[in-house]
């Protein structure tokens, strides 16, 4: 008998993004509702079938979301804010309106603020509970994907966001904290398993990824209250305890007390899961779901160590489920369809589907007295003896050099800025915005004909460069003080980046959910990071020949770049950064020597690989990530302005190191977050000079002129005027040119309006 396999979650995109499309035709009144409903269930039709096929004993149900799965939970818990209910809309609709906003007949609503998930690159809506807010069961979601699986023929498990973490994620918006709803959540979840041992549930997940954080005695305690009570009646319903990002030492020794029928633990990035079986042992009458295939990477298992770590939780006697790391939501869906890559590189990845294909192996395997002696492990073990061809002597011997020095720019931030504003000569409260102009379908149409070979470079160029004087005449014409270029030649902020530098991959269709319809394409870093020639100089010097005003030239700094791919697993993520940010340093170089007095270097994901655990931030990230993003600027002119942006993460407890990298002015996102940062920058004294998103990209609707000058107000109470600068969020890419040229408008209006007061 093989051992029994478990899959946390699996991506809900489709193989070919179809839920994505589906979606956007209903925002935009092409299908309508029974159409949304039928594709996605042909795609959990897909999804558990695959599974089942590839031998996974333990399916997940519930895992499927239009948009994201902690805003389902939120759903299911009832907690859905007045203003949304208000609109009116049906009960799809409310859901949209939450995750992105609603401008129509019902009403005008923002959208619920969005935040990274953990250390990821995906992003959840962020619940908001009011005082005054009943907690509801509300479980058909649930339990018709569960009924539907089952008549499939596919028994699942249900997936809930755990109460825990549920109640440390959720926003409360009044003087209610999370133990004044505490006992609500916890009659949802007991109604939860009651409903589940009503209609014979064989298991129930609970996903619970805040234990991997830093937990106090009140959270522990907190934690025990809450299950506690919903287990003290569980049934023949058996709970699964699911942890993932980490390892769950600060209540280990508690857990396998508390009566769950089993728990899931990441050996990935849990560094200190071995050692807690270890000292504190696991019950011999619980089930171990044992996270050693990686869900987050897309490199292919090593099953030599994986199923010798197997073997070593086999002789201490406990009962071992071999499962993900984590849900496979954060790894493209599968490698069939790559025609382009070479089998030399294809042989080392593994993506969602082929992930279920290790899992059978490793569960056949692990069964097998004298596995090493089979072909499928013999195999395994030939690709990881062999040399791969990933190394460059002269990026290693160009890295060896860099000294203390190259990490410090001088003079020191207060006097360039002073210089900066007499020779740049900007008005007070400066509009900007931060770098994409809308990808409409001519953009695109352009570029994937190039990629074709259907038109030839020069018309490629000339395409670029009419779109490019246009914008900046667009730019002009509305009143913006320091333009941008409008990236059309770009496809993505990093695939764009890594496809102009030597020692990376390119997919053509191995997408990731980033958030509700957003999708990227990461490349792969496969191995040492170079630039050969200048990539962005051309377009920037053509675009500052169409204006006298100041152009921006763009780019995406080392942190985010490595982020936002796959990265590799021989050498060190500070080794990696390093040799980016030389190559983002020369490029940085190149365009001040061609002219460009203001550089933005986007940083959007550097709170993302920030550890969980405070005592981890500084010695396992920031005192490396930092640094390099230094290196990328330090050579320039004190007259040179250095912009970066960060979006979507909780920043407030780094503010001092993001001060750190001297950049010359940070745009931050904030509006979706209701300016929460403002705080911070205050109490920390922030040098950098600042632009706090006045309106939310993420959402197709227009902020109005007042929306913007009250949010602007709000800045000029916690911010100084000399250092407080206008723009959006974030990029305008995947926003529409109606609602783009109407936002910017009104936006550059609320300057005027700011600047009279």
């Not at 809450?226 to 209540?251: M, P």
């Not at 072909?375 to 011997?397: I, P, S, W």
């Not at 003079?411 to 740049?424: H, T």
């Not at 705080?679 to 109005?704: K, M, Q, W």
């Amino acid at each position: 008998m093989n051992m029994k396999t478990s899959v946390i979650g699996f991506p809900r995109i489709g193989t070919l993004r179809e839920l994505k499309f589906a979606s956007e035709k209903y925002f935009r009144k092409e299908i309508d509702g029974n159409e949304l409903t039928q594709t996605a269930e042909e795609l959990r039709k897909t999804h558990w079938t695959l599974q089942k096929e590839s031998g996974i004993n333990f399916i997940s149900g519930n895992d499927f979301s239009f948009y994201d799965m902690v805003l389902d939970t939120a759903v299911l818990l009832g907690i859905i804010p007045k203003r949304y209910q208000e609109l009116g809309l049906s009960a799809i609709d409310t859901y949209f309106a939450m995750a992105r906003g609603y401008q129509g007949e019902s009403g005008d609503v923002k959208a619920l603020a969005m935040k990274k998930w953990f250390n990821t690159n995906y992003h959840y809506i962020v619940p908001e509970i009011e005082d005054d807010t009943k907690i509801t069961l509300n479980a058909n979601k649930l339990f018709h994907e569960y009924f539907e699986a089952k008549r499939l023929g596919i028994e699942t498990k249900p997936v809930v966001i755990g109460a825990f973490t549920m109640l440390k994620l959720i926003r409360y918006t009044g003087k209610k904290t999370a133990r004044d709803f505490a006992e609500a959540i916890i009659r949802a979840y007991q109604e939860l398993l009651a409903k589940c041992n009503e209609e014979q549930v064989e298991w129930l997940q609970f996903d619970e990824p805040s234990l991997v954080k830093d937990l106090d005695a009140e959270d522990i305690e907190l934690f025990h209250r809450i299950y506690d009570n919903i287990l003290s009646d569980a049934g023949k319903c058996r709970v699964l305890l699911q942890t993932y990002f980490g390892d769950v030492r600060d209540i280990y020794a508690d857990l396998i007390r508390m009566p769950f029928a089993a728990i899931g633990l990441d050996f990935i990035e849990g560094r200190q899961t071995c050692e807690l079986i270890e000292k504190f042992g696991f019950p011999q009458d619980k089930t171990l779901f044992a996270g050693l295939v990686n869900g987050k990477n897309i490199w292919r298992n090593h099953y030599e160590k994986t199923l010798g770590t197997v073997a070593d939780l086999k002789k201490k006697g406990i009962s071992v489920v071999l499962s993900t790391s984590c849900s496979l939501l954060h790894v493209p869906y599968t490698l069939k369809h790559e025609t382009k890559l070479s089998q030399e590189f294809t042989s080392y990845f593994a993506f969602a589907e082929e992930k279920l294909a290790e899992l059978k192996e490793l569960g056949q395997l692990a069964d097998q007295d004298n596995y090493q002696e089979s072909e499928v492990y013999q195999k395994n073990k030939a690709l990881f003896a062999g040399e791969r061809d990933c190394r460059n002597e002269e990026v290693t011997k160009r890295l060896s050099g860099v000294i203390e020095k190259d990490y410090i720019r001088l003079p020191k931030r207060s006097e360039r800025q002073a210089l900066q504003k007499k020779e740049l000569k900007l008005p007070e409260f400066p509009t900007t915005t931060i770098g994409s102009f809308p990808q409409t379908k001519d953009v695109k149409a352009n570029r994937s004909a190039f990629r074709r070979g259907e038109i030839s470079k020069e018309e490629y160029v000339a395409f670029n460069k009419k779109k490019i004087a246009d914008c900046v005449k667009w730019q002009e014409e509305i009143g913006l003080d320091v333009l941008v270029h409008g990236e059309y030649e770009r496809n993505d902020m990093v695939e764009y980046f890594g496809e102009a530098l030597g020692g990376f991959l390119f997919t053509e269709k191995a997408w990731v959910q980033s958030y509700g319809t957003r999708c990227v394409k990461p490349p792969i870093i496969w191995g040492d990071v170079y630039r050969d020639k200048p990539i962005t100089v051309e377009w920037s010097v053509y675009a500052q020949s169409q204006t006298d005003k100041i152009m921006k030239g763009m780019l995406t700094g080392p942190v985010t770049i490595l982020n936002w791919s796959f990265p590799r697993e021989d050498i060190s993520i500070k080794e990696s950064i390093s040799q980016i940010a030389l190559a983002i340093r020369d490029e940085v170089l190149d365009l001040e020597a061609n002219g460009i007095r203001m550089i933005q270097i986007d940083e959007a994901a550097l709170r993302e690989k920030l550890p969980l655990r405070r005592s981890d931030w500084y010695s396992e990230y920031l005192d490396f990530a930092i640094p390099a993003f230094r290196l990328t600027h330090s050579g320039v002119k004190a007259d040179t302005q250095i912009h970066t942006h960060m979006c979507y993460s909780e920043f407030t407890d780094i503010i001092p190191a993001i001060d750190d990298m001297d950049a010359d002015v940070i745009t931050f996102e904030a509006s979706r977050s209701d300016l929460q940062i403002l705080d911070a920058l205050r109490e920390n004294h922030f040098e950098t000079e600042v632009g706090p998103g006045v309106y939310d990209i993420h959402s197709p609707r227009v902020p109005s002129v007042e929306e913007m000058v009250q949010a602007l107000r709000l800045m000029l109470t916690k911010i100084e005027p000399e250092k407080l600068w206008v723009n959006p969020d974030c990029g305008l890419k995947t926003r529409g040119v109606p609602e783009t040229d109407a936002s910017l408008r009104n936006m550059v209006e609320a300057a005027k309006q700011i600047r009279q007061q």
